[in-house]
């Protein structure tokens, strides 16, 4: 434990283990929207935060981006210096290693383990949680995937704290107090960013975070959201036969975008009520999913009220450089 809490992973190994919901995790594949990064609901748009992930992962969310050269000269002695042991030949091309095989090398440790052999699992450990998270934030925007991976984990529970009898959305489950009073305020360092508007990068992969088109989850008034954006031919890009490739400089605008993350914050008013305005839903409605919303693209639910503040249209943002007002979310 020592190791992990230095790594930022003292509270990921704290988690308990639980059986996968598969019928649920398809039914949440179903309303992801590749194309805004969210799921789509009749209550509206809603996703796997930043904030999710610091509140229920405890991982840190802020500072520089995971980029650069991916690959190394020797990649099976690095591999050995790290973690006291490399795959065989035939079991990775060092692209990536295969969860199967650290868990059959680091799965269980001996009574007897050295300091070095604790240090090299807590770095192993570390390394699968990562690999898990980005994955499945990145093959959830694919429509063609048929099989998941990733942190699975961090998507069901997401759901079963938003859904916990799939009746409605609770749009702000960190405030009853039986979660409040457990989350450590370490969560709560990087909130000035949770709502952000920006791209999220490792090495090759680049997925945009919109942040500003669930602000309800934030517990404030959602407005009709500008156009989402887009990351382009960069989206399907692998680290195939670009073994010397520095992403960072591949990358560089969105990096330079990443780096402009405290200035793409959209204003924020507090909500008293999470429902939205009738003029959110009726945006909402006319262009969502027909078949999650029953086909019924311009109904106004009758429990709609009314909130006000919001345009009839959807504005345009061309520019991923467009200026957000600074305003930090203040923690809940």
Same mark, same amino acid.
């Given at each position: 434990?020592?190791?992990?809490? #230095? ?12 059986? #996968? ?18 799921? /789509? ?13 610091? #509140?229920? !992962? ?19 002695? !690095? ?15 060092? &692209? ?13 440790? &001996?009574?007897?383990?050295?300091? @070095? ?24 925007? =694919? ?19 938003? !859904? ?27 909130? /000035?960013?949770?709502?952000? =508007? ?16 669930? !602000? ?18 960069? /989206? ?14 591949? /990358? ?6 990443? =780096? ?34 029953? @086909? ?10 009314? #909130? @006000? ?24």
């Amino acid at each position: 434990m020592p190791y992990l809490e #230095l790594a930022g992973f003292g509270s990921v190994a704290l988690i308990r283990s639980s059986d #996968l919901r598969f019928d649920l995790l398809s039914a949440l594949v179903e309303r992801w929207g590749p194309e805004t990064h969210t799921f /789509h609901f009749p209550c509206g748009e809603c996703t796997v935060t930043l904030k999710d992930v610091a #509140l229920q !992962l405890g991982l840190p969310i802020d500072g520089s981006p995971v980029t650069g050269v991916s690959s190394f000269t020797d990649p099976a002695a !690095l591999c050995y210096q790290l973690l006291g042991d490399s795959p065989e030949d035939g079991e990775s091309y060092f &692209s990536g290693i295969k969860f199967t095989w650290l868990k059959a090398k680091i799965g269980q440790l &001996s009574t007897t383990a050295t300091e @070095g052999e604790f240090m090299c699992a807590a770095r192993a450990w570390g390394s699968a949680v990562l690999a898990m998270l980005y994955r499945e934030l990145c093959r959830a925007t =694919n429509p063609d995937v048929v099989d998941m991976g990733g942190c699975l984990i961090l998507l069901q529970s997401w759901a079963l704290y938003r !859904l916990p009898f799939l009746a409605s959305f609770i749009w702000m489950p960190y405030r009853r107090p039986e979660i409040a009073n457990v989350v450590p305020s370490s969560a709560y360092v990087d909130s /000035h960013i949770w709502c952000t =508007n920006t791209p999220i990068i490792n090495f090759n992969v680049v997925e945009w975070y919109h942040g500003d088109r669930v !602000l309800r989850q934030f517990g404030c008034i959602q407005p009709i959201p500008f156009s989402p954006c887009q990351v382009g031919v960069v /989206h399907d890009m692998t680290k195939r036969r670009r073994f010397q490739m520095d992403w960072g400089i591949k /990358h560089q605008k969105f990096v330079a975008l990443w =780096n402009y993350r405290l200035r793409r914050i959209p204003q924020m008013v507090m909500a008293t009520d999470p429902q939205p305005s009738s003029e959110y839903i009726q945006w909402y409605y006319s262009c969502r999913k027909p078949y999650i919303l029953k @086909g019924q693209l311009t109904v106004i639910p009758l429990h709609v009220q009314q #909130l @006000g503040g919001s345009d009839a249209t959807s504005p345009m943002d061309p520019d991923p450089m467009a200026y957000y007002p600074p305003q930090p979310a203040e923690p809940e």
